[in-house]
Nanobody, 122 residues
Framework: QVQLTESGGGVVQAGGSLRLSCAAS????????MAWFRQVPDNRREFVAS???????DYVDTVKDRFTISRDNAENLVSLQMNNLRPEDAATYYC????????????????WGQGTQVTVSS
């Protein structure tokens, strides 16, 4: 049974930093592309960043140069370092896994975590 468990969310002031982590179990982690999405109430879930099996990374333009996605295959962990946070970054952040190539759409991912809340105060 695949499980993705996010952690690291919280409340931070604008300009601050947070590091999100996603622990994966029940899958051959090295064979999975991993991604982070975020969602605010009444909005669609949107792509934030992905990292492929080959460590190729992709970011939505609004977080480039502020967020960094990384993976630790030995620990089955994917992280999202978020710097210079803005109020518009506030959302529930979800970890996702896909046994094929990384993508930017919700439909590209088979497995999802429960989410971790990020609040950014101005």
């Amino acid at each position: 049974q695949v499980q993705l468990t996010e952690s690291g969310g919280g409340v931070v002031q604008a300009g601050g930093s947070l590091r999100l982590s996603c622990a994966a179990s029940g899958l051959s982690f090295t064979w999975y592309a991993m991604a982070w999405f975020r969602q605010v109430p009444d909005n669609r879930r949107e792509f934030v960043a992905s990292i492929g099996r080959d460590n190729k990374v992709d970011y939505v333009d609004t977080v480039k140069d502020r967020f960094t996605i990384s993976r630790d295959n030995a620990e089955n962990l994917v992280s999202l370092q978020m710097n210079n946070l803005r109020p518009e970054d506030a959302a529930t952040y979800y970890c996702a896994a896909n046994p094929m190539a990384a993508g930017r759409t919700v439909d590209a991912y088979n497995y999802w975590g429960q989410g971790t809340q990020v609040t950014v105060s101005s």
